[in-house]
Structure formats: structure tokens, C-alpha cells
């Protein structure tokens, strides 16, 4: 069977004057969701008058970009908060949400928070007895190889095996047996505090 995608664009109508009014950092990077392409193009040009734009890059629910070493801040033209706050963990840059009518810099205390909850997961981890190890079904996504190879190395755990095409953090609570997730799929599941991603394990 053959997946057809169909582009969703975002309505929105771009305004010159407050995007001129912008205050920005030079030399920033512009990354947007897929519905919004067409906005950060406009965007984009408009900006290039006052500042170096250094790339304008698509990020997905599941990817980690790497942007040049001259990036000095990213404007994110985006409705979904979590890949603000991941790219400012994962970046260490200064990082802007533009999005309709809001413009402004992810603070420091929701960075903090979210490096807490990373804290806070691998400590479960540690603690638990009982662990589950979440593989996606998606493409692109599924690392089925990873999770055996996991799974093979917990000597001082229980692990199970968790196969799924969509998987939902609200379903975990049906498994209150298991302590921790690890997760093999999407990074951005990293967002709940009783998951951790297998590449953070691996830093370990």
C-alpha cells in the first residue's frame, strides 16, 4: 500500500511592519514546521535586509538538526513549543518563537525545567526494576535492531518490548508496572519525565 502525503499550509497572513520591527541577534538561523514553509520564505526575505540569515531549515517532530557553526540564534516559525525547547537544549543558542501573533525567547526557567525532567527520567531509570523498550513501526522510526540490543545488555533489569505505530505516553499508565520507557523512536518523546531516550543512554 502507498502513503500519500498531502502539504497542510498555514494560513497567515505576513506582516511586513512587525516583521521589520523584529529584535533579533545577526547571524540567525530561521527554522519552521512544514505548514509554514511558505510564511518563513516570506519571512526569510524580508529579514535579509538587517540581518545574516545563515540557513532556513525544516525541522521535524523527530529530528535533530545540525546548524552552522556561525548560527548565533534561531527564529523558529512554529505553533509546537516542544521544538523550541528541545532546540535550546539540544543548540545551547538563543532561540525565538514566532508564531502569528506571538514573538518571543524561550526563557531559561523552561530550559531548566526541561534539562530537570531529563534528570528526573534517567533517575527512574536507574531505580527501576521493571522497564519498557518503545519501538516505532513508522519509517524512519523504527529501530527494532537497537531495542533487541538494549534489551540484551539490561543484566540487572526486566525488560519488555513495546511495538507500536503511534505510540501514546497517556497509554503508559495501563503498565503501572513498568518504572521507565526507553525510547528508540521520535527524541521528542523525551517531553514526559518517564521516558528516556536511548541515545541519552548512551552518553551514559
Known sequence: MKTLFIPAKAKAEVNEEKIKALKLPDNIAIAYSIQYKEIAEKIRK?????????????????????????TRAILLISSGEFHAISLAH????????????????????EI????????????????????????????????????IDI???????????????????????????????INTACPRLDMDSSVINSSDLEKK
Not at 50 to 58: A, D, G, H, N, P
Open 46 to 70: 524580508i529579514l535579509s535586509d538587517r540581518y545574516k540569515i545563515i540557513e532556513l531549515v525544516r525541522v521535524l517532530g523527530c529530528s535533530k538538526i545540525r546548524f552552522s557553526k556561525e
Open 90 to 109: 539540544e543548540t545551547k543558542l538563543p532561540i525565538y518563537i514566532l508564531y502569528t501573533d506571538v514573538f518571543r525567547k524561550v526563557s531559561e526557567e
Open 112 to 147: 531548566d525545567a526541561f534539562e530537570k525532567r531529563k534528570k528526573t527520567s534517567y533517575l527512574k531509570f536507574l531505580n527501576s526494576e521493571k522497564v519498557g523498550i518503545l519501538i516505532s513501526l513508522k519509517p524512519g522510526q523504527e529501530n527494532l535492531k537497537k531495542a
Open 151 to 181: 534489551k540484551n545488555n539490561l543484566k540487572d533489569k526486566k525488560s519488555y518490548l513495546f511495538l507500536s505505530n503511534e505510540i501514546d505516553v497517556g497509554q503508559f499508565e495501563n503498565f503501572s508496572e513498568i518504572g521507565s520507557w
